[in-house]
């Protein structure tokens, strides 16, 4: 249980080999060496289990993956999901079947969702096997950990507090 000892966690999600789909995870790769103590960095795959048992039992939660909803590539939104749920009706949050959206709606149907939930979606150019990340998405990457890295240097300052 990733987040049980934690008191954020930040995931990122994704699959390495399908191009921009591994937005999430890159961007973890980044943030590793510049997080605050007491927070956990770790990647998954987006299987709903596996992302329930990473961000159970934490304080705060970053979940970081790629978004296929019809804008430009390399868009970056930030979504707070503790405060309401996801806009599925308009934004297909994630490029892999079963995932993020389910994961985050059964959390909060368990009453597992962390206080303070943040879901950073980057518009994907392309999810295809075997394809590279494009320039885009590179960006929106170095964008999406440094403002996380930002947040949580904040939410550290504050001692714990969070206004997102």
């Avoid at 159970?56 to 405060?83: F, K, N, Q, W």
Wanted: proline content about 5%; aromatic content about 2%; charged content about 20%.
């Amino acid at each position: 249980m990733a987040g049980r000892n934690a008191r954020t966690v930040v995931v990122g999600i994704g699959n390495l080999d399908r191009g921009d789909d591994a937005a999430g995870r890159l961007a973890v790769r980044r943030l590793r060496t510049m997080l605050p103590p007491g927070t956990l960095a770790c990647e998954q795959d987006g299987e709903v289990t596996s992302l329930l048992a990473a961000i159970e039992s934490a304080a705060s939660a970053y979940l970081i993956d790629a978004c296929v909803s019809g804008a430009p590539a390399g868009t970056v939104r930030r979504l707070d999901v503790a405060a309401s749920p996801l806009p599925l009706d308009t934004l297909s949050l994630s490029s892999h079947g079963l995932g993020l959206a389910e994961a985050v709606e059964l959390a909060r149907a368990l009453g597992l969702l962390p206080p303070c939930c943040i879901v950073y979606a980057i518009e994907a150019a392309s999810v295809e096997p075997g394809g590279g990340v494009s320039p885009e998405v590179s960006a929106a990457v170095a964008e999406t950990a440094e403002r996380i890295r930002r947040e949580l240097s904040d939410e550290s300052l504050a001692g714990g507090r969070t206004d997102a």
